[in-house]
């Protein structure tokens, strides 16, 4: 069975400083990774994805992410978090072979001005 | 124009209606999923279509019953309402099963 994993449930971080993120998954095969957030109030929306090749990816908002296959993670980084970066953040993987998308508990990212 | 779109967004009924949420995309996408977000913000799917026929249910109560009519709807009919289901069901569209999914705005639903 696949699982999802997020270490950090509520984060404070004042802004400027650098934010990473922990993921854990749990799946016996060749997995699809994704980031994303949720702005109070708000849906999900796509940060960012890994499906193959270069394991750090980029994706919007200056936020990227590193597969690393042999410790099962995704984990999320941004060097220099802003305000309007306060949201919840879920990491979510589906197996190539079960089209489950799944996702982590979610982390509360708080940033002060 | 939205490209996942959800009515309502806010539902507020008593214990004991049936009730439908509605949801359309428009992306020309093949797998559809319904999602409950909890107080605690967990996000668990619930059932997964891809091309109208049903491909998870995960363990959910049979008094919530999606509906597919075509693949570009995806519906979810709730009977007998309960306390607990008060939440945010969110509907999402896929390319395909293994891709990422595009969220609609959500349905805050009430049982009071």
């Known amino acids: 069975a696949q699982s999802v994993s997020q270490h950090n449930h509520h984060v404070i971080l004042s802004e400027a400083a650098s934010l990473e993120l922990g993921c854990n998954y749990s799946y016996g095969g060749t997995v699809n990774l994704f980031w994303y957030v949720q702005y109070p109030g708000q849906h999900l929306q796509l940060l960012l994805k890994y499906f193959s090749g270069d394991p750090l990816v980029k994706g919007i908002k200056g936020f990227e992410a590193e597969f690393i296959k042999s410790k099962f993670s995704f984990n999320l980084r941004k060097p220099s978090v802003q305000w309007s970066d306060t949201a919840e953040y879920f990491c979510?993987?589906?197996?190539?072979?079960?089209?489950?998308?799944?996702f982590g508990q979610g982390t509360t990212l708080q940033v002060k001005p | 124009d939205t490209a996942v779109s959800q009515t309502p967004k806010y539902l507020v009924t008593q214990m004991g209606n049936d009730k439908s949420i509605k949801c359309e995309q428009n992306l020309g996408h093949d797998t559809m999923y319904w999602y409950k977000q909890d107080s605690k913000k967990f996000l668990k799917i619930m059932f997964s279509y891809n091309n109208k026929e049903l491909i998870i249910n995960e363990t959910v109560p049979n008094r919530f019953s999606p509906k597919s009519p075509d693949k570009a709807h995806l519906n979810l009919h709730i009977n007998s309402l309960e306390l607990g289901d008060s939440a945010v069901y969110f509907c999402?569209?896929?390319?395909?099963?293994?891709?990422?999914?595009?969220f609609g705005q959500g349905t805050r639903l009430t049982v009071v």
């Open positions: 999402a569209s896929s390319p395909r099963g293994n891709a990422e999914a595009f």
């Open positions: 979510a993987v589906v197996g190539s072979n079960t089209g489950k998308l799944i």
